[in-house]
T-cell receptor, first 115, second 111 residues
Framework: ETGVTQSPTHLIKTRGQQVTLRCSSQ?????VSWYQQALGQGPQFIFQ???????GRGNFPPRFSGLQFPNYSSELNVNALELDDSALYLC??????????????FGPGTRLTVL | AQRVTQPEKLLSVFKGAPVELKCNYS??????LFWYVQYSRQRLQLLLR??SRESIKGFTADLNKGETSFHLKKPFAQEEDSAMYYC?????????????FGGGTRVLVKP
């Protein structure tokens, strides 16, 4: 089985621009979560998608949006980039089921730098 | 809102010495607690979770609801344990199964 993949690996944007980050879930998984990890901090939950709908959101403004596609790949879109958006963006996939929690598998991340 | 605190940014120990990483959480309900690890140049991966009550790579962690702690311990540290460790919390049966992470502790095991 293949693991979670993310693209691109690195990205440099300027303030005010828009960016799209991509993630491919692990085979058989039906949820995709996105996290932002600023330098020296732990990951912070942005949102999760399940069956192509947002299924939980963290404390992030509406300019952070996402999509999940039928093949369970996902996109994270950030509009009007700010300097503080510079971070490592992690994608994690999992399997939503009857149990209370299912392990989430993380991708390698996309390093976004906003100048 | 739930919160996870890891008070130590860096722990430096010698090989063979015990190591304990502290994790405290704040949440009034019944959370699920996890330890994630990130080795150099590798992705974040699950080390263990309290529900499993198992030892992974010699590490154990006990959930203490009275002290709201979930400290990670290993009696004899090895050089390959050098990594970044994150304590995380998830709310049982909450929509989204989001993970709330602590700030992380870097463990350096010296030869």
């Amino acid at each position: 089985e293949t693991g979670v993949t993310q693209s691109p690996t690195h990205l440099i944007k300027t303030r005010g621009q828009q960016v799209t980050l991509r993630c491919s879930s692990q085979s058989g998984h039906n949820t995709v979560s996105w996290y932002q990890q600023a330098l020296g901090q732990g990951p912070q939950f942005i949102f999760q998608y399940y069956r192509e709908e947002e299924n939980g959101r963290g404390n992030f403004p509406p300019r952070f949006s996402g999509l999940q596609f039928p093949n369970y790949s996902s996109e994270l879109n950030v509009n009007a980039l700010e300097l503080d958006d510079s971070a490592l963006y992690l994608c994690a996939s999992g399997l939503q089921g009857p149990s209370s929690y299912n392990e989430q598998f993380f991708g390698p991340g996309t390093r976004l730098t906003v100048l | 809102a739930q919160r996870v605190t890891q008070p130590e940014k860096l722990l430096s120990v010698f090989k063979g010495a015990p190591v304990e990483l502290k994790c405290n959480y704040s949440y009034s309900g019944s959370p699920e607690l996890f330890w994630y690890v990130q080795y150099s140049r590798q992705r974040l991966q699950l080390l263990l979770r309290h529900i499993s009550r198992e030892s992974i790579k010699g590490f154990t962690a006990d959930l203490n609801k009275g002290e709201t702690s979930f400290h990670l311990k290993k009696p004899f540290a090895q050089e390959e344990d050098s990594a970044m460790y994150y304590c995380a919390l998830s709310l049982i049966k909450a929509a989204g199964n989001k993970l709330t992470f602590g700030g992380g502790t870097r463990v350096l095991v010296k030869p």
